[in-house]
């Protein structure tokens, strides 16, 4: 059965999470940074409910021989995977900020594949309890939110080597019925608003490094769990003002959180991994591939529309949108739109089977990583250009409460206006000021992964012995 | 009948077209530069019985109800298409150069769709014509290459107002036979070493312009052509050296010429349009849209691999390709290559049946847009880091034939040597001369169509409205 | 006599401007973010005090035969104006933002060139009021800001074809004792913090439009005037935080406003131009000059040293600094730092006396205009540096204020160190964040004029026709 | 006494160096190429008679107490620096090709400041050697080229691990005398036109490497001395046609040779550098320098002049260049060139006396790199843009001589006209074939060191530790 938007608000009351933000403890339905992660959510449970999105927002599941929402699907083909793609263009496109269920959807198709092999090689049962797991989150149609990135300490020094231990997350103990986990995870998207929260270890792990070797599922708000808000000039923008005057009025920013593990127990059954080192660098292996392709690539063509639109919206506001230079711009940000989306469509039809014999699918990695490199840079330019044509408005404008001020209204009225009125002009501003001046960029550049980690794939991708075969035969020189 | 390369080479000695070259006249088999074409051809015909290029290089049609060479082919499906772009790789991976059949099987494609179209929009029997001239090159396995580009005269005026018509192609003289065609096409690759050329208008055409709204097939060297040739540096390298000295020793760089047509008569059942001005703008729009995708796209991804090829393994004869700056250049490389070869693909299996009910397919055409500028762009990058990497030998080097010289080659070998001996350093960094300080980067920018006719491709196929229209929901302003 | 900090923030009580900011009035001196361009102008008064930066901040002065504020100087020699540059640099490196009476000080260089060759052709005494005014700013060692840009309204029509006059600041009417003027400036720097300034028309002005052509001085708060001041997430951020868990604690962002001129009265002494259009073009292009090498050059390099220094900071925290990758992206941010350093020491270097006779220093414009280009788009490389070291952290680090918190402290302190402590790494998080996630991007981009104007210059100070004669000259062309 | 042109060629007839080229031994003034360099040489001696160029060319020199020419010149000021920077951009200008002399004065300008240093230090004479050398050179007005760069074999070893120790020059034999050395200098350019070569060594030196911490100076053709010349399809071109007919008639490409020393005797008083390993560091970072402000910056302004004249012509020639994105290109093409003029000018004015107390002046580091930078990465958008505006014609182009074919004259001239005559298009866009479709992208990239060695360099230069301690202060952390 699946949720309307309402009902999944309705079902977040039953949880009291434990987060921080801008120094205070604050209640999840009631602080308004908060809430923007409740309407993102909110609003992509309904768009898996409207008609005209049935087809890639939902998908039937032979887990449950019912229809879920695709966040939820293990992609089962080809075209499963275009259609995930799409659902990422789809809801960045709607929402203008984060899908907080895409890590999760990511995350639950790495898992599938692992425990089918580990299953396979090892004799456990991982994947059977993955399978309950799973058909859990698809009856109830849940959130479920992805957790990666560890906080790191030492960059130089690996997992067990570091002074504190709790820098990566780690089993502290392991009980008759559970296992005992400490560490934390930063940049963490979401979790606050999940029913559900997935977490997996950061990186490839090393014999001898078997504590830090765990995944794991865990409800939001369990025993143990804290999480610390980001806070940036946004977060106190909202605390100030109507959500009406701000650059994205109901969906705001990408809210993440550091999400500390105080000794939180986690019983077997919601244990996928734990201590099967072998196994960590296949996991966010093809966490990353899928990742790079949805959120690297698919998800921020989305924003490139949205930037666009708003960008040929203001230049016809100032009736500029004919002049050839500002016709060259908006070009180049097509460009580099349509490449990342050809990169991403390309990652998908040309996905395949992984693990040969799972019948799960994993996106082309290649085209994914050049998805992701393609936006990571690009979107600079789309800044850049937004920025351009934004013109000092999109830095300098004042609030649009003036408009509603008798004393300064009329002026605000007379002098932004051009060949639109102030009041349209001003919101496309803040549109332009929220993408162009604010976190996307380095958001964009870090998310799915710094783009130095997708050029490290690429090279080791790259099948450099054929092409050096190719230039040896152009060259006439023997193997 | 496919036939060999061998075969093709004898077939075309009853041909002796009239060519120029440096101000001489030449014979197609006996000049070094003009058989640079004739033996890319025949490797090309010879790929097609290779088992294991079948599945790329041929096709069953069922035109002949037998397989064919995939460069006579019409596409089918989404699948085909994919397969087009697939030859279009190969053929430059082992090549090196030009697959001077590429713009032929192109034009066949636009024709094949707008000859359908006149025939059911204006009761002609162009596309009976058309499928007669087909058959007869499938049977024959008949290499067709393409001409495309007027002189242009004058820029700012059309074709009716130049001051010479000549500059335009165009009809002289209607018959009851056929028509005399005038004017000449320049930058043609090809079509002194093909049996057919398929010659279509380089725009589209308005009323009043009937004259140089017309599309034919014309036999090679006949009455009337003259094909005055490109001269080039390297054109002078190989009269003066043994092939095994050159940059690419068999197949050369990519030939052209100036095909002047000089009243040459064309039986009717060789014209297939005459006249009707509002289809030469479909018809190179169409013929774009795969030259895009397969010139543009996937066809300068196979220049790549071999460019990469040749400088890694430069990087590895001098012992330097772990140094970090190394690696991160070759993966540069590597995105470029990739992130092109990713919009091919997708153009191909996005591609969609065009005219609708033809059963002709053609790619998508703002991914294959996306293909060219990309490559476009990348290429100059491309030669850059080939340059970067092959060091001051790509353009310093001295001739291979002191390599024999028993005043030299002692001094040769001795202070060209690194971690691979002097010989094989030389030979690879004459590899890397020729793309990164030759032709290919002007030539790659302006083949399919320079930069600018994309952009302004891009610009028409973005649906701005869509992207204004979600910037305007988030802004929350009403429609 | 030279004020300090403090005598100038005395100096302020007696002004009482009528700003507004987020829809309500505001105080000047006890508004956050006013306040802010208060410290910033009261630290380059006490910068001149400075015993180590007088040769660059003050200057012999033959007007009051003293010492004063070299922003308040009129150029003499190349050595003023590389002078002058350097007083850019090094405020933008203390404030890390504007130097609020930059634009004024190129506004005076302007007039000062414009009104000496209006005198000499015109017969008028501009120049006399010219010097008093200057001379009464330097006796009393007053902070000026300037005023250039108007809203412009319908960007296709001229200044007297719009339909509300009011879009451009203009001449309402004369008096016998000055005149009153209408209108309005956006994007204005400063000018609530300076004692007085100055107002140019925002470009050049063609016969029949006398009534816009119109420079003056006006003192801070006469009557008729409103500041509307522009509102970010960074004026709500500052409204709601300690300075000190801001980005910049104590100069913040770039304030500005947009300057309402609602009738007000200038008397004569402080008009500099009143009608004569055909020295419009010549004043905004000498200003153009000197402020494309100033802000768009000199300035920026000092924010670059700032964002450089916090990456190579943030790199170490962390304790990545030694790897390849993190060095080559420091050294990129230090090539376009310093290639427009270079370009602004050759504008001032190669500057000459403009106009011809009159003493007065202009820098050389094509080196001005690169200056410009090379940081605009440079800034948004280093934003892209800045944030790919920055990491993850730039984005989503949690407010400072939760290391004071009992219940998250802890946490924070134990999962944001790394090689060194949480708290130093969110202080530097937080100057990245302001830098490569905040207004600067765009700011930059359109400070002193965006590219395309500056492009335009180039264009046109580019003497094609000697390239065109050196090309000539090689090819063997006759001319 | 200056000599002219004619003067200098008739100088050369009693030197007989023994070249190879293509395979074969060549006389210095019969091959055409060989020629190039000979006539490149005697402008440059006509250049310094002409009134105009006077100033630029020749300089007094004290040493002589006569002028002379500007290449034979150690500089004694920031002003001499800039002219000697003006010098390359003049000939450049005029050549199209390298000042051969080049490198032979940026070594004089190290070597002088090298050895006053040991002098003063070790107690040595070198200096006075080297003034008498200087003399010698100023007073005979000779031509006087540089060796730089070994072959350097295996990359990851020392000069003294090396297998073969002559790859790099080195001492062989000590005597009474003089010394003898072995080895070979690659990519050298123009010792086969100079009187005189002096010779350092590639990098700095450790102890134990003091055979191969040797400088010297050697004239034309010494006993034992090869040049294998360099091999392209350039050098083909010329020997086959009428240099009229090539892209750069009188003066060609830069011309190079791999220089052999096999057992070369130079005798003690032209030797100013033997075994002092510790000075060879700062005797390449000199010549560094300065030669990355001249060649790395002047001397490719200069080319970038012809070719934005060149694209300028060809564009006008067809009629095409008042188009938006063609004025767009240019005007890029022009920030290219002034951004790196910019630095190159800022490099000499910023200039200082180094060693402190020698008189001799270099010019600023971090500016020359900048130069150098801009240039590398500029040139590939110089040639972009040239190719893009060239069109097919830079790749396509027939043969000049067909214009004189009767056959085919009349067919070129009537279809490679546009808005000016087929002759004149063809002989312009031969001009940018050889600059888009050539070895100057790789060559300028590698000239003056690699760009990689910049960046190093770079890194080195810039004050990490001021710009911390800005952005510490900024922060408000305590240092």
Same mark, same amino acid.
């Given at each position: ?10 079902? #977040? ?9 801008? &120094? ?92 089918? *092999? ?27 939110? %992805? ?15 570091? *002074? ?18 400490? +560490? ?13 929260? #997935? !977490? ?10 078997? =504590? ?29 003002? =109507? ?15 550091? /999400?500390?593990?105080?000794? !939180? ?27 790079? #392709?949805?959120?690297? &690539? ?34 180049? /940000? ?19 089977? *992984?693990?040969? %014999? ?5 996106? =082309? ?36 409460? *003036? ?25 496309? %501003? ?10 996307? +960029? ?6 799915? %992964? ?30």
């Amino acid at each position: 059965m699946l949720m309307s938007g309402a009902q999944y608000m309705e079902s #977040m009351k039953k949880y009291n999470p434990r987060i921080f933000l801008g &120094g205070q403890q604050v209640k999840l339905l009631e602080n308004p940074t908060t809430m923007t992660v409740i309407r993102a959510n909110a609003a992509v449970y309904d768009l898996a409910l409207e008609q005209q999105h049935k087809d890639v927002m939902t998908v039937y599941s032979d887990y449950t021989d019912a229809v879920v929402n695709r966040n939820l699907h293990i992609a089962r083909s080809a075209a499963d995977l275009e259609k995930r793609a799409e659902m990422a263009l789809l809801t960045s496109q709607v929402l203008g900020t984060c899908n907080y269920r895409c890590v999760g959807a990511d995350i639950l198709n790495a898992i599938a594949g692992v425990t089918w *092999e580990m299953d396979r090689e090892l004799g456990t049962d991982y994947h059977q309890r993955f399978t309950k797991h799973l058909k859990y989150l698809q009856e109830n149609d849940l959130a479920c939110s %992805g957790a990666v990135t560890d906080p790191k300490g030492d960059r130089l020094k690996r997992p067990g080597q570091q *002074e504190d231990p709790d820098v990566y997350v780690h089993i502290k103990e392991k009980r008759a019925d559970g296992i005992v986990v400490r +560490g934390a995870k930063v940049s963490q998207s979401g979790a606050i608003g999940a029913h559900e929260t #997935m !977490v997996i270890p950061t990186m490839g792990m090393k014999p001898g490094e078997e =504590d830090f070797a765990v995944a794991f599922a865990v409800p939001n708000g369990a025993e143990g769990i804290t999480y610390i808000s980001q806070y940036t000039p946004f977060t106190a923008e909202r605390e100030l003002n =109507d959500p009406k005057y701000l650059g994205n009025p109901q969906y705001g920013q990408r809210e993440t959180c550091i /999400m500390v593990f105080d000794d !939180v127990f986690i019983p077997w059954e919601k244990v996928f991994l734990c201590g099967e080192t072998k196994y960590c660098g296949k996991l966010i292996a093809r966490f990353a591939k899928t990742h790079r #392709m949805n959120c690297g &690539g698919a998800c921020k063509v989305g924003f490139a529309d949205i930037i666009i639109g708003a960008t040929q919206l203001m230049a016809e506001y100032s009736g500029v949108h004919k002049a050839p230079h500002i016709v060259d711009k908006i070009t180049d /940000m097509v460009r580099i739109c349509e490449t990342a989306r050809a990169c991403s469509v390309a990652a998908a039809l040309k996905g395949r089977e *992984e693990p040969v %014999g799972s019948g799960f699918y994993q996106p =082309d990695d290649v085209f994914g990583n050049a998805a992701k490199l393609t936006v990571a840079e690009g979107f600079w330019d789309l800044m850049k250009w937004a920025g351009d044509i934004g013109g000092g408005m999109a830095v300098t404008m004042p609030s649009e409460k *003036e408009l509603d001020n008798p004393e300064t209204g009329e002026y605000v009225r007379k002098f932004m206006k051009a060949s639109a009125p102030a009041e349209a002009r001003l919101r496309i %501003g803040k549109v332009i000021q929220n993408w162009c001046a604010g976190l996307h +960029g380095a958001g964009t550049w870090h998310g799915a %992964g710094s783009p130095m980690a997708q050029k490290m794939a690429l090279y080791h991708l790259a099948n450099l012995d054929e092409k050096k075969a190719l230039a040896k035969k152009i060259a006439g020189l023997e193997e």
